[in-house]
């Protein structure tokens, strides 16, 4: 996958921000110091110098833009592509870099749902000074964003991105290349750019104020969606990767994800992934939205009678493999959906579930990828095995400490609906069961 | 999948990134199997998945992943280019 090297003949290369993002929580000031130090990564080790200059005539042009900017690379919403940069040469926008004004840049962010902005930059910038994508996995210049890099006054770049960059440009004088970079690290800092410390008001952790505690809440929906888990509270959700390990601590904010839901929805009532096209189906209510990926279709919402003239709300819904049928739940009746047919079957709502052991009425249910069925209700869940129609013995379990990685002694809010409960630092989470003597015992819970 | 039954959107995906040339002008857009699985294969070992040629969930998943507008194979986009 090696193609023609293209370089900047010169070493001195002026940079501009010339358009800022619009709505973004980032102050300019904050981008332009991600910029700096985006660059930085680079002149640290090759002969580059790089420095901001005002007007129109910097070579590498920095703007946030949306959907179609007239350079041939037309962005397309949130995810996709999130940016992109020219590569050196004679033309004019030779260096230019354009990132996606409609992605979540972040900073300094649990949110594993906003791009960072400081990785990105990284990588385009790696482009602007003639880098390619290359499918090394720890290279910067791999084409997918792969989360964030870390502090970036303490970014090192990978081996292989130095390496292709030495090869073009050279080793920078006061770089070994053979030894680690310490030095490069140690210099005096005070003439950068100062860049906002991660504190407890940062912003991705202010808009949560008001979220629920993953520790202790009632889970309105609770769906597997393309192998992750995801358990929806009010205008939030958490999501579990296939390892079953939380992705953030953080919530999310569903409409930030799941585009197209009414700006005033503040929660829904199930989820469910459809086996024949992979859509995601969201109820709430006497209306339900179906999403391709997460951007809902065109016509929605719809009533649920599409589903059935007796369907007023659902409380739950599943597809169980076993029959490839959809699984509607509510107040204890059920109902049982062919996909194909896109006909309720004959002979529902019934009372009686297939399922033994299980809550007559529960919150929501998914299928997971070892093929059991979970229940979920209240603060429990019930496990019922691919093999077997009946709720494993030893069952109910806490779902906050299987599904929500809490411990016995996070759940310890009084408030079991505690929708408005403030946020909890799970950093340095006091340990109260190892508490004694006046010592007090920090742990982190992951 | 037969190719006709292969998403659009796939194979805009695999061309706007390198993996596949735009279909054939003379032809319009038929578009045989072989050269989508030869993409799909490229994709795969470009992306370090295991080279099946087949669009399993990992390749989707990946297909879904955020990522920068720039082709991972430069040369097909020259060769386009000069046509």
């Known amino acids: 996958y090696t193609q023609t090297a293209t370089k900047w003949n010169k070493r001195n290369l002026s940079w501009r921000v010339r358009t800022f993002p619009k709505d973004s929580h980032l102050g300019h000031d904050t981008i332009r110091a991600l910029m700096f130090y985006a660059l930085k990564v680079w002149s640290d080790i090759t002969p580059l110098n790089f420095h901001e200059v005002r007007g129109d005539n910097a070579d590498i042009q920095i703007d946030f833009s949306r959907a179609d900017h007239h350079d041939g690379y037309p962005f397309d919403g949130p995810g996709g592509t999130v940016a992109h940069a020219f590569f050196p040469g004679d033309q004019h926008t030779a260096g230019d870099t354009h990132f996606d004004d409609d992605e979540y840049w972040t900073f300094r962010s649990a949110d594993t749902h906003g791009m960072d902005l400081f990785a990105v930059a990284v990588h385009e910038f790696g482009h602007a000074i003639g880098l390619s994508h290359i499918s090394t996995a720890e290279s910067i210049m791999r084409p997918y964003f792969q989360g964030p890099v870390g502090d970036p006054l303490k970014y090192d770049l990978p081996y292989e991105d130095k390496v292709r960059i030495w090869q073009l440009y050279g080793v920078r004088e006061s770089v070994s290349p053979t030894r680690a970079l310490a030095g490069a690290k140690d210099v005096n800092t005070a003439e950068y750019p100062a860049l906002p410390a991660l504190s407890a008001n940062h912003s991705s952790i202010q808009q949560r104020r008001d979220g629920p505690d993953r520790c202790n809440t009632l889970f309105d929906a609770v769906a597997q969606i393309r192998g992750e888990a995801f358990f929806f509270k009010g205008k939030y959700f958490w999501r579990l990767n296939r390892s079953k390990h939380l992705v953030s601590f953080q919530p999310a904010q569903i409409h930030r994800f799941w585009r197209g839901l009414p700006p005033n929805m503040d929660s829904v009532d199930a989820v469910y992934e459809r086996a024949t096209d992979h859509k995601i189906v969201f109820f709430k209510g006497s209306r339900y939205w179906v999403f391709k990926d997460n951007n809902v279709e065109e016509g929605y919402p719809r009533p649920l009678t599409d589903f059935s003239p007796s369907l007023e709300s659902v409380d739950a819904a599943f597809y169980w493999v076993h029959d490839s049928k959809t699984y509607l739940f509510k107040d204890g009746l059920h109902w049982r959906f062919d996909e194909n047919s896109r006909r309720m079957d004959l002979g529902y709502p019934k009372e009686t579930t297939p399922w033994k052991g299980i809550p007559s009425s529960f919150d929501d249910a998914m299928r997971w990828l070892d093929g059991a069925i979970y229940f979920f209700k209240g603060k429990d869940y019930w496990k019922v095995t691919e093999s077997s129609l009946e709720a494993v013995p030893g069952y109910p379990q806490s779902t906050a400490r299987d599904w929500l990685a809490c411990s016995e002694m996070q759940s310890d809010s009084s408030d079991m609906d505690n929708s408005k409960s403030k946020v909890q630092s799970r950093q340095g989470h006091h340990d109260l069961s190892r508490s004694g003597n006046g010592y007090e015992v920090c742990s982190c819970s992951a | ?83």
């Not at chain 2, 279909?23 to 857009?29: I, K, L, M, N, Y």
């Not at chain 2, 578009?31 to 490229?42: F, N």
């Not at chain 2, 370090?48 to 990522?67: F, H, N, S, V, Y």
């Open chain 2, 1 to 83: 999948e037969e190719p006709n039954q292969t998403p659009e959107v796939i194979k805009d995906w695999l061309a706007k990134f390198g993996y596949l040339p735009p279909p054939d002008p003379v032809t319009g857009q038929l578009q045989t199997q072989e050269p989508l699985t030869k993409a799909v294969k490229a994709m795969q070992r470009f992306s370090g998945l295991e080279e099946t040629g087949i669009l399993d969930e990992a390749t989707l998943t990946l297909m879904k992943t955020p990522r920068c507008s720039l082709p991972d194979l430069l040369e097909l986009g020259k060769v386009r280019r000069k046509r």
